[in-house]
T-cell receptor
Framework: DAGVTQSPTHLIKTRGQQVTLRCSPK?????VSWYQQALGQGPQFIFQ???????QRGNFPDRFSGHQFPNYSSELNVNALLLGDSALYLC???????????FGPGTRLTVL | TQLLEQSPQFLSIQEGENLTVYCNSS?????LQWYRQEPGEGPVLLVT?????EVKKLKRLTFQFGDARKDSSLHITAAQPGDTGLYLC?????????????FGQGTILTVHP
C-alpha cells in the first residue's frame, strides 16, 4: 500500500515564475492538506481540499491556489514566486478524524 | 507568539538516558498528534491523542494528553541513536474544522552513542 507521494522531489525556479506541485494521497484517503515548512520551523497550514473543494485555508496570499481531482489527488500552484517562497512543501492526507494525517516526503522548492 | 510551544528546542543526550519533550498551549485542542521528521523528509505520524488525560505507549515512547487538552508530553525511555530527529507536536484547535493542524516549532533530539 503506497503512502502519500509527491512530485517533483526538488524544483528550482526564479522570482516571478509559477510552479505546480503534485500529490497523491494514501489509498482510501479523501482529504488532502498542504503545508509549507521553512528551514528550522514547523510546517504552516496552507489549505485543505475535500470533495474537490477548498474546505479551509491558512494565512497565505491568493498567489497560493490548489485543486483536487476526482481521484483525490491534488495540486498546489504558486504564482509570482518570491524568494521567501523557498521551502519544503508538504502534502498530507487523511480519512478518519482519530487516525491523524499522513505526510508525503515533500517537494523542496528553491526560488532564486 | 506560537500557539503551541514546544520545549526544549534542542536536546542532546547520551544513549540510555530518559527524556521528556513538552508541548503547551493556552488553547484547547480537539486532538493532538506527535510526529518525527528526518532531514529532507516529511513528518512521520507517531501517535494521535484525542481524550483529555489519555496516555498512549509505543514501545519506549509514552505520550500523554493533558486533562484540559491544552498540553501534551512525549517521554522516551532509554533513548537510542536511532531516536535522533526532529519531534513535532501538532493539533486541531477546538472550534476550527478538523485538519487545520497547528504545529509547534519542534524539538531537535540528538542521541549520542
Amino acid at each position: 500500500d503506497a503512502g502519500v507521494t509527491q512530485s517533483p522531489t526538488h524544483l528550482i525556479k526564479t522570482r516571478g515564475q509559477q510552479v505546480t506541485l503534485r500529490c497523491s494521497p494514501k489509498s482510501g484517503h479523501d482529504t488532502v492538506s498542504w503545508y509549507q515548512q521553512a528551514l528550522g520551523q514547523g510546517p504552516q497550514f496552507i489549505f485543505q481540499y475535500y470533495e474537490e473543494e477548498e474546505r479551509q485555508r491558512g494565512n497565505f496570499p491568493d498567489r497560493f491556489s490548489g485543486h483536487q481531482f476526482p481521484n483525490y489527488s491534488s495540486e498546489l500552484n504558486v504564482n509570482a514566486l518570491l524568494l521567501g517562497d523557498s521551502a519544503l512543501y508538504l502534502c498530507a492526507s487523511s480519512f478518519d478524524y482519530n487516525e491523524g494525517q499522513f505526510f508525503g516526503p515533500g517537494t523542496r522548492l528553491t526560488v532564486l | 507568539t506560537q500557539l503551541l510551544e514546544q520545549s526544549p528546542q534542542f536536546l542532546s543526550i547520551q544513549e540510555g538516558e530518559n527524556l521528556t519533550v513538552y508541548c503547551n498551549s493556552s488553547s484547547v485542542f480537539s486532538s493532538l498528534q506527535w510526529y518525527r521528521q528526518e532531514p529532507g523528509e516529511g513528518p512521520v505520524l507517531l501517535v494521535t491523542v484525542v481524550t483529555g488525560g489519555e496516555v498512549k505507549k509505543l514501545k519506549r515512547l509514552t505520550f500523554q494528553f493533558g486533562d484540559a487538552r491544552k498540553d501534551s508530553s512525549l517521554h522516551i525511555t532509554a533513548a537510542q541513536p536511532g531516536d535522533t530527529g526532529l519531534y513535532l507536536c501538532a493539533g486541531d484547535k477546538e472550534g476550527t474544522s478538523y485538519g487545520k493542524l497547528t504545529f509547534g516549532q519542534g524539538t531537535i533530539l540528538t542521541v549520542h552513542p
